[in-house]
């Protein structure tokens, strides 16, 4: 028993000596989750500021995308009425012919019914003026009255598609350091 209680000493010794190195092994390990732990609260926290960030920056654009749609639906608008207003000035001017040659024929309609021959032959220049006047006045517009269609702005999709896109480049490219970042590096240098 005797060498058998050396050897078991002699093994507690060796256990011993490889303590020290144990108990740093085992605080580094302890201080790098740590830094682990830490690591990873700054990961949760960069992400929910991200989060944040990515929703707020999103927010800012539908704002503004809302608003030129409004500033753009009231350009439109604005368009229409323009052209109706047009539409409308050339409608009185063909309602105001119409009525015109109208009462030009409703005239020489009473004057043949009405007129006695040597009246009617009296005027005849002035009845002939007045109907050639109202046969010539003014041309018919034709197909031409259609007010000009209203033009968004070019690209105005591929416009908004790339700022969105440099902005995300910018984003994902940013290499400044994080929150945690800068007081990781410092406890490494400590090291």
Same mark, same amino acid.
């Given at each position: ?5 050396? *050897? ?24 790098? #989750?740590?830094?682990?732990? *830490? ?30 749609? *409004? ?7 604005? %368009? ?9 000035? %050339? ?48 041309? *018919?517009?034709?197909? #031409? ?47």
């Amino acid at each position: 028993y005797e060498e058998l209680g050396t *050897a078991i000493t002699a093994l507690k010794q060796k256990f011993e000596n490889l303590k020290p190195a144990f108990n740093k092994k085992q605080y580094n390990l302890k201080k790098a #989750d740590a830094a682990l732990d *830490a690591s990873q609260k700054n990961v949760e926290g960069e992400f929910g500021h991200s989060m944040a960030g990515l929703s707020d920056s999103m927010d800012k654009i539908m704002r503004t995308l809302r608003q030129k749609e *409004a500033s753009m639906n009231h350009s439109i608008e604005d %368009h229409r009425k323009e052209g109706q207003g047009e539409l409308r000035v %050339h409608q009185s001017m063909l309602e105001e012919q119409i009525a015109n040659i109208e009462s030009g024929v409703d005239f020489v309609d009473t004057v043949f019914e009405f007129w006695s021959p040597l009246e009617v032959l009296s005027m005849e220049n002035d009845i002939l003026q007045r109907l050639t006047e109202l046969a010539t006045e003014g041309e *018919a517009p034709g197909d #031409d009255i259609k007010p000009k269609p209203y033009e968004l702005p070019p690209d105005t999709e591929g416009n908004v598609v790339e700022a969105i896109s440099c902005m995300y480049n910018s984003a994902v490219t940013d290499e400044t350091p994080k929150k945690g970042e800068e007081e990781e590096e410092k406890d490494e240098k400590k090291d």
